[in-house]
């Protein structure tokens, strides 16, 4: 899903969850003000670590970071001293620091450390963008329309972008919708556009594309901060009702492809509206979102290098941690309280004392408790699966390790046939990803270094089978 997705993406290192990186200024008489960039070796990869270093009025320094492989921009550090041609930048928050010296040849040989120290040489400019041979450029052998969808029944407008054939009338016709997290139309993660291409590809084979920005992101109206999956769910009626509404679309030909969580959502609107003609689900949820996260938690742990046996002796203590989300009868306030009380027993007096760790603990703990977080923690797919009448093609990558394609894939299958309804088509994909790029290790770290957006075997499936079922 975007279930770790762009506003959830985080910088992994060796096994350690890093949500910002530091950097730090000039030399005595040396301006080191600028943007620097560098790799970060890790064992799932490279990363590659931007800073930007600024100079205030007072003669300090200022860094933030980027991490673009991952999506993560503006980053803000604590401290950056630079003395002596040696840079230093303190990240309390994620008890990191990075220190460099500045040679002659202005470059920056230093080390990151995070439990362990790791190389991090430096070079002055902007990391060169990552290329993405498969982002379409204009111009286009289709229509392209900037349109508004109205949510009346939440009262806001969602801004969006509709991909009409050049030629023809009557069109079969999707609405697109995106994972876990803010995401514009486009579904941009770590410097790809999927749904862009995705929308690209139909549209050139004859099938009508709607995506909008969620509600509360880039152009459209809302909160996102306080909506579920719900909420979402009538944001995608609004745009499926939009549709309609076109002389352009075959009003009995609409159905929805949905990534990740927008998977969730697809099966909410489709089992709601029987008059939905398709669903496709890309790396979409079939099982109860604790049983999905556990599942999501176990194997990112594995793909940063942990032992099982380390992760046999965790899981206990996560399990019960969902368990305490699952007490539908308790308010954000008093859940908050007692997983703070779980997370906190067998900590050490010092640990207690640390504020870093306290605010760590706090702002993950204010993260399992939103609105989003725990309805997607309760929700069990089931329900809806077994009442699905439409066609369903359900795809997922076997190296995804956010969405089990094993797992999900199975219980897609199970409850939807189990209605009845034989017609659904599942295929899990060798060696590619949560996102279906065509991948080594399936690792989060591989998603921004990968040239390929989405498997052009994916993009082929995907038209075919609605090209079929809308005949």
């Not at 040989?109 to 991090?120: E, N, R």
């Not at 309609?244 to 959502?265: D, L, T």
């Not at 009448?389 to 797992?407: F, R």
Request: glycine share 8%.
């Amino acid at each position: 899903m975007k279930i770790i997705k762009a506003a959830r993406i985080v910088i992994l290192i060796t096994g350690l969850v890093v949500a910002g990186v530091f950097f730090s200024s000039p030399v005595s008489a040396q301006d080191i003000s600028g943007t620097w960039h560098g790799k970060l070796s890790i064992p799932t990869g490279s990363l590659t670590i931007v800073f930007h270093i600024s100079q205030t009025e007072q003669g300090t320094y200022v860094t933030t970071l980027d991490s673009p492989d991952q999506g993560a921009n503006g980053i803000k550090t604590q401290t950056t001293s630079f003395n002596d041609s040696i840079l230093t930048i303190q990240i309390p928050i994620i008890h990191a620091s990075y220190k460099g010296k500045l040679d002659s040849n202005q470059t920056i040989s230093g080390t990151f450390t995070q439990g362990m120290p790791i190389p991090l040489n430096l070079e002055k400019g902007e990391a060169g963008r990552p290329k993405r041979p498969q982002e379409p450029q204009p111009p286009f052998p289709y229509k392209s329309e900037e349109v508004i969808v109205r949510n009346e029944q939440d009262g806001i407008s969602l801004a969006g972008t509709l991909t009409l054939p050049q030629k023809g009338t009557k069109f079969p016709a999707v609405v697109m919708v995106t994972g876990s997290g803010a995401q514009n139309r486009d579904e941009e993660i770590m410097g790809h556009k999927p749904f862009l291409v995705i929308a690209d590809y139909l549209t050139r084979n004859g099938i009508a594309v709607l995506r909008c920005d969620d509600r509360g992101t880039a152009a459209s109206q809302g909160n996102h901060a306080t909506a579920t999956n719900e909420d979402f769910a009538t944001d995608t009626e609004a745009a499926i009702n939009y549709l309609r509404s076109r002389k352009e679309i075959n009003a009995k030909k609409i159905g929805i492809i949905g990534h990740s969580a927008g998977g969730i959502i697809a099966f909410i609107v489709a089992k709601k509206d029987p008059s939905i003609a398709f669903v496709v689900s890309l790396a979409g949820a079939g099982v109860k979102g604790d049983s999905l996260m556990l599942k999501q938690v176990e194997l990112i742990s594995k793909s940063q290098g942990m032992p099982d046996a380390v992760w046999q002796g965790m899981k206990p203590s996560i399990r019960n941690r969902y368990a305490i989300l699952q007490q539908t009868d308790k308010t954000p306030e008093e859940l908050q309280k007692e997983l703070y009380a779980d997370i906190t027993q067998t900590m050490s007096p010092e640990q207690l004392k640390d504020l870093n760790t306290i605010q760590q603990i706090s702002a993950q703990i204010s993260s399992m408790t939103s609105p989003w977080y725990l309805h997607f923690m309760r929700y069990d797919p089931a329900e809806d699966l077994k009442e699905l009448k439409c066609p369903v093609l359900a795809l997922n990558g076997e190296k995804d390790i956010q969405m089990d394609a094993a797992m999900n894939l199975t219980a897609i299958q199970e409850r939807i046939t189990g209605n009845g309804n034989t017609n659904v088509t599942i295929k899990a994909y060798p060696n590619l990803n949560h996102l279906f790029q065509t991948c080594e290790k399936g690792t989060l770290a591989e998603y921004g270094q990968l040239e390929e957006t989405i498997s052009p075997e994916v993009l082929k499936d995907i038209a075919e089978w609605i090209l079929k079922q809308t005949k």
